[in-house]
């Protein structure tokens, strides 16, 4: 007989064992003898097929069933506790997510991601996000002419506004100036730098903030949610916000990621890779020129796996401008639904990262600072290119760009974004 393969690759074979000498039996004995000996064999052959196919269905329906049960590594379990007080004394809590070998914390001041621990190809477990040990190192940093934005929720308008100031509906506003000439991540008390509500959800924490009118310069009384939350092993990050007025937003995350563990070294023998076959072009103060240029024989070219470090010192005049990277690649999707966006690959320990979002663009800044090391978590030290930060966003300077995709909220509308950080190794 045929052997009876099944959905899982098992095999079930069957074999009759029968007499040799039976066919010459059946040529002597009486016809209806020997169809009464066949029909027997048939009987008994059929019965067992029966058997195996109902032994068959029972395993199927087993394996299905312990395949559909959540394992104990798959469900995130969320804590919070005390992480310490602002210097007005307004207490500050951080909510810790755990699934298996990961873990998220996360403190409602800067709606900040302090730590995420993620195991490499050997299971060895790394915080893979340059950051402080403290809330007064947070603050103090935040509140100082080195704000490194590490971890943080940026807002109300990510990335530069050129000179400060925008048009909205024929009215002119201005924002605080933070970066020379233009206006950064919401000017210095943006969304990293004030205390969020927060609580915990399923697999994760979620933080509001209302962001009132006139606050910064922005229009509008601002309504903004963060949901962080940990599945297996992906971080989702969910933004929303509403406004009673007119208003620009443009919100995203600030990690600097190094895949090797904070503090074990930089990140050029990382290997990039970005959905993207144009960027924005700056000018010298880091402003789009207005222009989406192609990254065919530039530098900028990563549509292809690349190290880092193997042009970050190219003789190109947008990298001599930025001190490396420091500029928004236009997604190919073009943003509106979960599209990937990037894949960053670390090969001594194996961890790869991918990202996923719902935005037109990434901001990719290979942390070019060059003001001297910077002490992290566990006394570490952060020299240049120690980690670096790949922010899902609406382009830059899009308020004062036409031609951009437009950062404009309305009354009535809602602003919905979505990034997915999802870990793996090889």
């Known amino acids: 007989m045929e052997d009876a393969t099944g959905q899982f690759g098992d095999t079930v074979s069957i074999e009759l064992e029968l007499d040799p000498r039976e066919p010459a039996r059946l040529e002597t004995v009486p016809g209806d003898l020997s169809l009464s000996h066949l029909r027997s064999n048939s009987v008994r052959c059929l019965a067992v097929m029966r058997q195996v196919l109902k032994m068959k269905t029972i395993l199927t329906s087993i394996l299905l069933f312990v395949r559909f049960i959540p394992s104990a590594e798959a469900k995130t379990n969320v804590t919070k506790q005390l992480f310490g007080k602002m210097p007005d004394g307004t207490p500050v809590e951080i909510f810790t997510l755990s699934a298996g070998q990961m873990e998220a914390r996360i403190m409602n001041y800067g709606a900040i991601l302090v730590s995420l621990k993620v195991p490499d190809r050997n299971s060895n477990v790394d915080d893979v996000v340059l950051g402080y040990d403290t809330l007064d190192e947070y603050a103090a940093t935040n509140n100082s002419k080195r704000v490194t934005y590490y971890g943080a929720t940026v807002g109300r308008y990510a990335n530069r506004i050129a000179r400060g100031t925008f048009t909205l509906d024929g009215k002119k506003y201005s924002v605080p100036l933070n970066n020379g000439k233009n206006s950064l991540h919401g000017g210095p008390h943006g969304f990293f730098n004030v205390v969020w509500n927060a609580k915990p959800i399923e697999n994760g924490v979620e933080l509001t903030y209302l962001s009132k009118d006139g606050e910064a310069g922005y229009p509008g009384n601002l309504a903004a949610t963060v949901r962080y939350s940990l599945v297996q092993s992906s971080l989702h990050i969910e933004y929303s916000a509403t406004t009673d007025k007119l208003t620009v937003v443009n919100l995203t995350h600030h990690s600097y990621f190094n895949l090797l563990g904070q503090g074990n070294g930089t990140i050029l023998d990382h290997q990039l890779m970005l959905r993207a076959a144009r960027f924005t072009p700056v000018n010298s103060s880091l402003i789009p020129t207005g222009e989406l240029q192609t990254v065919e024989s530039t530098p900028f070219d990563f549509r292809k796996s690349a190290r880092i470090g193997e042009r970050i010192d190219a003789n190109d ?110």
Do not use: M
């Open 317 to 426: 005049e947008q990298l001599k401008l930025g001190h490396g990277y420091d500029h928004n690649w236009v997604l190919d999707d073009g943003g509106g639904k979960l599209a990937d966006a990037a894949e960053l690959y670390e090969p001594t320990k194996g961890r790869v990262l991918k990202v996923q979002t719902t935005e037109p663009g990434i901001q990719f800044y290979s942390d070019n600072s060059t003001a001297g090391a910077i002490k992290g978590k566990a006394g570490k030290s952060y020299p240049t290119h120690s980690g670096l930060c790949l922010e899902t966003q609406h382009f830059p300077d899009s308020p004062n760009q036409p031609s951009f995709p437009s950062t404009v909220l309305k009354p009535g509308e809602t602003f919905h974004s979505v990034t997915v950080f999802s870990f793996s190794t090889r």
